[in-house]
């Protein structure tokens, strides 16, 4: 079978513009570029947290969530006042309560919060605070798209909760892997 192979580069961005979903140009810094191109930016960075040694069951969970990632950047990609959304990009409801029963397992492995945690223990740990980082950026980049063109409620609730689900992976990572968190301490010159 012989199929043609086309190149990585079109040269239709040279100006500035690029092409949403439905085939629409646009500013190359335009909010809805920012908004998908975090959220493929958090979806890498759920790839680095990936390559390290993470439990059967966090593992599944992540690679589920990179396709659902996946689907809310195109989503995003797509521009709503002028096509319809696929099917394949959509967020449901069963979605947003899959990410609250891991962070609700998550959550019951580790002891209550007793003070201000820093981002720290350990590369996994903090692999996960960096996703967590970069998904509340894209969260904030998301509803500043909101307030121009009303998007999905089911995206936005997404969203806002994986920030919570890599903050509890992070906390049951650093107890599996040091048995303690590293805390803020108000009076770090005693360290």
């Known amino acids: 079978m012989d199929t043609e192979k086309y190149k990585l580069y079109t040269k239709g961005g040279d100006k500035g513009r690029t ?18 191109g975090t959220i493929d930016e958090l979806n890498s960075f759920v790839g680095v947290l990936l390559a390290y040694e993470l439990e059967e069951e966090d593992k599944k969970f992540l690679f589920w969530l990179q396709h659902k ?90 969203v806002n909760r994986l920030s919570d689900y890599f903050f509890a992976l992070a906390r049951k990572e650093v107890f599996r892997i040091n048995g303690e968190e590293i805390v803020w301490t108000y009076d770090h010159e005693d360290l």
């Open 19 to 36: 092409s949403l979903v439905g085939g629409q140009r646009v500013p190359k810094y335009d909010i809805r570029l920012e908004s998908y």
């Open 69 to 158: 990632l996946f689907s809310v950047g195109g989503y995003l990609a797509t521009d709503t006042t002028q096509d319809d959304v696929h099917t394949v990009t959509s967020v449901t409801e069963s979605a947003v309560a899959r990410v609250e029963r891991e962070i609700d397992r998550l959550d019951d492995m580790v002891p209550p919060i007793k003070a201000f945690i820093l981002p720290s223990g350990g590369a996994i740990t903090a692999a996960a605070h960096v996703c967590r980082t970069v998904c509340r950026r894209a969260e904030r980049i998301i509803y500043r798209l909101n307030s121009e063109t009303p998007l999905d409620v089911n995206v936005l609730r997404f």
